[in-house]
């Protein structure tokens, strides 16, 4: 019989509103095997730690039930705790009577029985409850980072600098993301290749750091510490060793009618490219959808003009397979698509931009070369509208429901800039709020109205109208009371971002989990908001939610550091919560072993005794406690019940049925 | 009818560590009600639910069993939630079989941020319950309350 | 009568988050002294009376690009309609009547220029 | 194929034409359109309001008399097709409608928005195809530049009516394609021409259909098609020194070389 210990914690009114924490602990004190039983305004304070390891050894506890707020919360504490104590850490229970008692019930009544059924729940298990020690796995000293935008770069160049290898795997030809693709970054006005371009050649010059460029991760396998990953290198059709990046090829191939992608489509670039004069690596790519010597067999310019001869038709794609102990997901965002929103006419004119390709048209790099000029007839703009909000804060199938919060300070900037580049120009920004909640944000939005003379206007547009070379603007103004109807010549609209497409299947193979718009999930939001719940996963930047560059560094430095800490160690310890087999009832039927995703379970053959002192050679299942991680499907498919799982045993789980049930 | 007006029916949800024990304690954290009938008992992945713990508990007096696991696809063991899915499709028609009324039994994907789906949840098969009545057909009457 | 607009129109105008899109969007506003994001303030606040005296209750142009454009799918449209209701279900408040719209033929007019009248605009 | 049709008001009376052509070109392109017995007005404005029962079971009736029929129905003025689709949708979600309308009715089975409801021009996209349409065009119409107007009432609310993309519609501009004829996009082709207020304030319609005729000639149209008999009307007397304006079907009776024969 267990000598059961029960303290019942008030979380100062957060259970004790509810919930009679006085009645719970007298009335679970008359359950069998509980010797002492008392309850605490906060049990996981410094004096309710010490109540608790005063009275293990007051009362020679074997078993701890704490009825407390989530296991997700404090049941590391509170094992820790009665580990000083000196008893085994997994026979503590938590009886969750805040998040799925106090919390979620009005009535004292009901809240309090409730309790105390939960609160048995907890006994009925602890009774059956065996020490567990857990085992240790080795880690992995090497990090893979998924994405290599600013986040990605950031997280890697930190990891890389605390002296550990990192490799970033990036979709595009080259590193750099979405900054590579803007002009000017609030609320300074820097220019944000001036800014990040060293940080591109930094990454690409680090010796501990390895850029797969081009690439995607395929499959992941394993767990924190010894992640197996599968990566795809696409084909480039360019020898990425013997390039040079002289740039000769992009210039003679003939195919020029390729949207050029880096430009959003605003101009044409050849079915041979480089995205950008700072690229890293700087390596030509073949577009195998526009390339007439891929497509037809007839062409090969390109391979005739590299002086290197790095051309090569034949290339496929390849798969490279790496361990690693850490991964950070760095995949980033991008607008929406605007089909939804024609009364703006997005698709009816070409004077009609998102913000990201207002971004290329203002850039000294981009179509016009710096120069803001239509994209439908060349000329200069002088009445801009600004519509904020597009997609963002809607309902349901609107759009996003989520404030994309990087867009009124971009607009902001946008009207600024226009305003100081062209004086002449009239601009309008239509908004819904302007928020600016960060450093000098305020300010700089401030100055855009009073010392650049931008119109903001809180209210909407309702319709563009494109006729007669202008784009007919119908909008209100809620604050002047009117209908406004402005003839300007070019719209922008800070479309909504959301996360980049591949994260979702990302998600995926690192069972990480996402919410409802497919951002990554983070383990705690306000305490630990740059892990995934999943071990091992880490988040940086966009991919969590919306971000500007200043915060995402902040999070791709604050994952780096998580990373480090788990790289420092050499070993980690296990889940103790393993899959055991009853060798004798095991009948080496192969049910388990087909179940199991990590493939935890061999077979051994075993001598047993059998009838009249005769030996037995049997089939039996053997668990490796390193890589079983404890999901318990095993128990499930074994037929003759020899399979369980410790800390979550069949008895254990009955107990609990029984309790709440009685 | 005082049997039903006075019914207080037992529900037990197995709830997976990862996905929906974690939305059951974010519709906490929301403070989004739903009935105290609801008795969460926390498995590590809704694969570790045995059929055995559902006849279990509809034998000593439950009258509703809903597993609730990660979105498929969305498993942190990669597969288990594919496994559960299976075996309580089995395992639901063997009890409708037996008696047992199809809405005594649920599965539900119920992923760490969907609390407030975990809440409409848990009213909504409450409800269900409620219609029902109480579930006489598996209960071991040696186990009776009263 | 707050609770009877909106019940009969099912609108919750708590939804609504003051962008004035609705009103950006209508093509009656010249005609209206409310606009559709006022329909939805002065419903949310309780200013019924003024709303049902106004006669932009009648120049609504049930076009629905309000409810089309509404980014929370507040649908202002049948706020209107609630509260033109609300007008003519009380007694012989009747904005049109058939002795009115023998006047008003032409040979050209289709019916359902006629019909849609008076669904709109008698009880 | 046979479809249950639905006519309305308006082209059983002042627009018969627009019906005769949609029914000739019906027989060229291989379905055949059934009226019921006793159909009643749809009322011609959707009652938006929760509680009003009556003017929703004129539509109804002729809903669940397709059911009986096991066919789609088949609308040809825009606003019978709002009315109807959407009180079909109503009965589809709205369980206390539901329960009312068939509380009333006392049908013999009762109705759930089981029934399709389709518009002249979905038939031609969904179940002839514009390819189809294309191949039996006898006389095309060449060279015409055309703007397609399509007011509310086909477009909107977007997730109801479940039609075509509400701001950037295309449908129209490729029966215009699929009838040999060019089509001229213009932004105001789904903003409301006023139609409802014609009766009782001329110059607000006027100053309506004028912005819409604006854009459309700035934009190269020739001339103006619609499906609703109402938009039309209104286009046609309302705008000053407005374009032609034509039904859809006038145009597809034409191209098949059937419309003198419809009359």
Redesign the interface.
């Known amino acids: 019989m267990q000598r059961i210990g029960v303290f019942v914690c008030w979380c100062g009114s957060n259970i004790a509103a509810t919930v009679d924490v006085e009645k719970v602990s007298q009335v679970l004190a008359q359950e069998p095997g509980v010797v002492f039983s008392t309850n605490y305004q906060y049990m996981c304070s410094q004096a309710g730690q010490e109540m608790i390891q005063e009275s293990i050894h007051k009362y020679q506890l074997t078993g701890v039930v704490i009825c407390s707020c989530s296991p997700r919360m404090h049941e590391a504490t509170f094992r820790k705790t009665c580990e000083k104590a000196g008893l085994n850490a997994h026979m503590v229970e938590i009886a969750n009577i805040r998040e799925q008692c106090s919390w979620i019930h009005k009535d004292m009544a009901t809240g309090t029985e409730k309790a105390v059924i939960l609160g048995r729940a907890a006994i009925a298990k602890v009774h059956l409850n065996a020490p567990l020690t857990a085992g240790q796995s080795p880690v992995k000293k090497r990090a893979l980072v998924i994405g290599g935008g600013i986040a990605g770069i950031q997280t890697a160049l930190d990891i890389a600098d605390a002296g550990f290898d990192v490799d970033i795997v990036e979709k595009q030809p080259t590193i750099g993301g979405k900054m590579t693709q803007i002009d000017k970054t609030f609320p300074t006005l820097d220019c944000a290749a001036c800014i990040l371009t060293p940080k591109m050649v930094d990454a690409a010059q680090h010796e501990k750091i390895h850029i797969y460029s081009y690439a995607e991760v395929e499959k992941v396998k394993g767990f924190v510490g010894n992640f197996q990953v599968t990566i795809k290198k696409k084909a480039r059709y360019v020898d990425e060793t013997k390039c040079t990046g002289c740039g000769l090829c992009t210039e003679k191939c003939p195919q020029k009618k390729v949207p050029n992608a880096f430009n959003l489509g605003l101009d044409n670039r050849r079915a041979i490219y480089i995205p950008f004069a700072q690229a890293v690596p700087k390596i030509a790519t073949i577009d195998a959808d526009y390339c007439t010597m891929l497509k037809s067999g007839k062409c090969g310019v390109c391979s005739k003009v590299c002086t290197a001869g790095a051309i090569d038709y034949k290339q496929t794609d390849t798969y490279i397979e790496e361990e690693y102990g850490a991964i950070v997901v760095a995949t980033g965002f991008n607008p929406i698509k605007l089909d939804k929103y024609d009364e703006f006419a997005y698709s009816q004119s070409p004077d009609v931009v998102t913000s990201l390709e207002f971004e290329r048209l203002m850039n000294a790099a981009g179509p016009t070369g710096g120069t803001l000029l239509r994209p439908s007839d060349g000329a200069h703009p002088h009445t801009i509208v600004f519509v904020q909000c597009v997609g963002s804060r809607c309902d349901d199938e609107k759009g996003k429901p989520y404030c994309s919060k990087i867009c009124c300070m971009y607009t902001a900037k946008h009207a600024m800039l226009c305003r100081e580049k062209y004086p002449d120009t009239d601009v309008y920004v239509f908004y819904i709020d302007v928020r600016t909640p960060g450093k000098n944000f305020d300010e700089f939005y401030r100055r855009a109205v009073e010392e650049y003379g931008v119109h903001y206007i809180k209210g909407m547009v309702g319709k563009v109208v494109p006729q007669d070379g202008k784009l007919k603007v119908q909008a209100s103004d809620l604050l002047g009371g009117s209908q406004l109807h402005i003839e300007a010549d070019m719209v922008v609209l800070a479309a909504a971002i959301e996360p980049d497409e591949t994260a979702r299947p990302l998600a995926t193979m690192l069972t990480a989990s996402m919410d409802t718009n497919d951002f990554f999930t983070e383990a705690h939001p306000k305490l630990r908001p740059v892990e995934s719940p999943t071990a091992g996963i880490f988040l940086s930047g966009a991919c969590q939610g919306p971000k500007d560059i200043p915060e995402t560094v902040a999070q791709a430095s604050a994952a780096a550091a998580k990373v480090i800490g788990l790289l420092c160690k050499d070993s980690l310890t296990c889940n103790p919560c393993t899959a055991q087999p009853d060798e004798l009832m095991c009948n080496g039927c192969s049910s388990c072993e087909k179940v199991c995703p990590y493939g935890a379970i061999t077979y051994a053959d075993k001598e047993f005794r059998g009838p009249n002192r005769t030996t037995l050679l049997r089939r039996v299942a053997q668990v490796n406690p390193a890589v079983c991680q404890g999901c318990g499907a095993c128990t499930v498919a074994c037929p003759s019940g020899a399979m369980d799982l410790k800390g979550f045993s069949n008895q254990q789980i009955m107990a609990e049925v029984d309790a709440i049930c009685r | 009818m005082s049997v039903t007006e006075n019914f207080k029916p037992t529900i037990v949800a197995f709830c997976c560590n990862w996905c929906s024990y974690a939305g059951a304690d974010l519709s906490g954290t929301n403070r989004l009600q739903y009935p105290a009938n609801v008795k969460i008992i926390r498995i590590p992945c809704s694969c570790r639910l045995n059929p055995m713990f559902v006849l279990r508990a509809f034998q000593k007096g439950a009258d509703g069993v809903i597993l609730c696991g990660c979105h498929p696809g969305d498993c942190h063991y990669t597969t288990g939630n594919y496994y559960a899915r299976r075996r309580m499709t089995l395992l639901f028609s063997l009890l409708d079989f037996m008696g047992i009324e199809r809405g005594r039994t649920r599965v539900e994907w119920v992923s760490a941020a969907e609390g407030a789906k975990f809440a409409a949840t848990m009213n909504e098969f409450t409800e269900t319950i409620m219609k029902l009545g109480p579930n006489r057909r598996l209960e071991d009457l040696r186990c009776r309350k009263d | 009568m707050m609770e009877t607009i909106r019940r009969i129109s099912g609108v919750n105008p708590r939804k609504c988050m003051k962008c004035g899109k609705c009103t950006a969007s209508c093509p009656a506003y010249d005609e209206m002294e409310f606009h559709p994001h006022q329909f939805v303030d002065m419903v949310e606040t309780g200013r019924i009376e003024e709303l049902m005296q106004s006669k932009g209750i009648y120049t609504c142009l049930s076009c629905f690009a309000c409810v089309e454009r509404c980014p929370r799918s507040v649908e202002p449209a049948k706020l209107i309609e609630a509260v033109r209701l609300a007008v003519l279900r009380q007694q012989n408040e009747n904005h049109l009547t058939a002795n009115d719209i023998a006047e008003k033929l032409d040979p050209e007019l289709p019916q359902q220029a006629i019909t849609s009248a008076f669904r709109k605009y008698r009880k | 194929m046979t479809y249950s049709y639905f006519p309305?008001?308006?082209l059983?009376?002042?627009?018969k034409e627009l019906d005769q052509w949609g029914r000739a070109a019906a027989e060229v392109l291989g379905f055949a359109l059934e009226e019921p017995e006793n159909w009643q007005?749809c009322?011609?404005?959707y009652?938006?309001?929760?509680?009003?029962i009556a003017?929703r079971l004129s539509s109804v009736r002729v809903l669940a008399d397709a059911k009986a029929q096991g066919r789609e129905l088949v609308t040809l003025?825009s606003?019978c097709h709002h009315v109807i689709k959407r009180v079909n949708g109503d009965m589809q979600r709205d369980a206390d409608i539901c329960d009312k309308v068939n509380r009333y009715l006392k049908l013999d089975t009762p109705y759930a928005g089981e029934t399709n409801v389709l518009h002249y021009l979905e038939v031609l996209r969904d179940r002839i195809g514009f390819d189809a349409l294309k191949e039996k065009v006898v006389h095309p119409l060449t060279g015409v530049k055309i703007g397609a107007y399509y007011g509310?009432l086909l477009?909107?609310?977007?997730?109801e009516m479940g039609f075509d993309?509400?701001?950037?519609p295309r449908i129209l501009e490729d029966f215009i394609r699929a009838i040999g004829a060019e089509p001229v996009?213009?932004?105001?082709r789904n903003?409301?021409c006023?139609?409802?207020?014609?009766?009782?304030?001329k110059s607000?319609a006027t100053?309506?259909v004028d912005k819409i005729m604006?854009?459309a000639k700035?934009?190269g149209a020739q001339m103006l098609i619609t499906a609703c008999?109402?938009c039309m009307?209104n286009l046609?007397?309302n705008a000053t020194n407005g374009l032609d304006v034509k039904y859809f079907t006038e145009l597809l009776a034409q191209a098949l070389g059937v419309k003198e024969e419809a009359k």
């Not at chain 4, 477009?155 to 997730?159: M, V």
């Open positions: 309305g008001c308006t059983r009376t002042k627009g007005c009322g011609a404005v009652p938006m309001a929760k509680d009003e003017t003025c606003a509310c477009l909107r609310p977007g997730k993309n509400p701001e950037n996009i213009y932004a105001r903003e409301c006023g139609g409802y207020c014609t009766l009782e304030n607000y100053k309506q604006d854009n700035a934009q008999p109402l009307y046609k007397e």
